[in-house]
């Protein structure tokens, strides 16, 4: 097998691609293929490195639109494919799905498999960028042997947006490795988070994820600014990074947080973070 994915940056994605390949070598040996992540992410290859997962570097391959680079990726990409023989090509991402399912098909892999963790069919781009988006889409399903959702709602979503029989279909819910959380000292994590984001005894509100656009940490911003003008004790931390942190650090500073927010950066001590949050927020 075969598995591609645009980058290993922190999220969902790159988890799931890291535990799948390990999970699954002993009955179906695995290829995992990335690209480069981009200026303001964390690398995650780490955590492949942790679980004994080499990973094949594809030039050309990452987030962002360049003529020459997807074209030099989907020519590495179909040579890997011819190279190695895979009898399954399983992507993830849309750009490592595009041109990971193109090589496939172009290669002559009988099984192509595509896991979408989200999807950019509203709420990323101009109706005319997401109408060009969704064309590709419903081209790259015809050459796609099956589909894979992360939920019930998102394979509904797929079959209305791209036009597919619900037996294209597969719902197979992400699965994550959650025993580090089980095994954790409680009172020992959620001192580690405390005294190192300096907050004391008071409620802690965290929000968890990269520093984008999607994830409209403006909103919770500003929710978090009307609390915060009724309630003294409570504590905002941004855990991640990405290319709006400027952005949001001038709004902290027109709504009058400063002190009550805290940019925290990435952290890899997850278990610290959750324990030591009151409450996780989410506003995406």
């Not at 190192?196 to 994830?215: E, F, S």
Request: with cysteine; aromatic share 8%; glycine share 10%.
């Amino acid at each position: 097998m075969l598995r591609a994915i645009a980058r290993l940056n922190v999220g969902g994605p790159a988890w799931n691609a890291v535990l799948l390949t390990a999970g699954t070598r002993a009955r179906y040996p695995t290829v995992l293929a990335v690209g480069a992540i981009g200026p303001h992410e964390a690398d995650m290859s780490g955590l492949a490195e942790a679980h004994g997962v080499s990973l094949f570097r594809i030039p050309g391959l990452g987030r962002e639109v360049r003529l020459t680079g997807d074209l030099h990726a989907l020519w590495s990409l179909w040579r890997l494919c011819r190279r190695i023989r895979p009898e399954i090509v399983h992507t993830h991402t849309a750009k490592a799905g595009t041109l990971g399912r193109l090589a496939a098909w172009l290669a002559g892999v009988p099984v192509r498999v595509h896991t979408f963790h989200g999807h950019v069919f509203r709420g990323y781009f101009g109706r005319w960028q997401t109408a060009i988006y969704i064309a590709i889409e419903r081209l790259l399903a015809r050459i796609t042997t099956r589909i894979v959702a992360i939920s019930e709602r998102q394979a509904d979503e797929l079959c209305r947006y791209l036009r597919l029989k619900a037996d294209r279909v597969t719902v197979v819910p992400l699965g994550f490795e959650l025993r580090r959380f089980v095994n954790a000292d409680p009172e020992a994590a959620r001192r580690r988070f405390r005294e190192r984001v300096g907050v004391g005894d008071r409620l802690v509100v965290t929000m968890v994820g990269r520093l984008t656009a999607i994830k409209n940490h403006a909103l919770a911003l500003r929710a978090f600014a009307e609390v915060a003008a009724e309630t003294r004790d409570v504590h905002l931390v941004l855990v991640g990074g990405g290319e709006e942190e400027p952005v949001l650090r001038a709004l902290v500073q027109r709504l009058g947080l400063s002190g009550r927010v805290q940019f925290a950066g990435w952290w890899d001590d997850l278990e610290a973070v959750y324990y030591g949050s009151d409450i996780v927020a989410l506003s995406s």
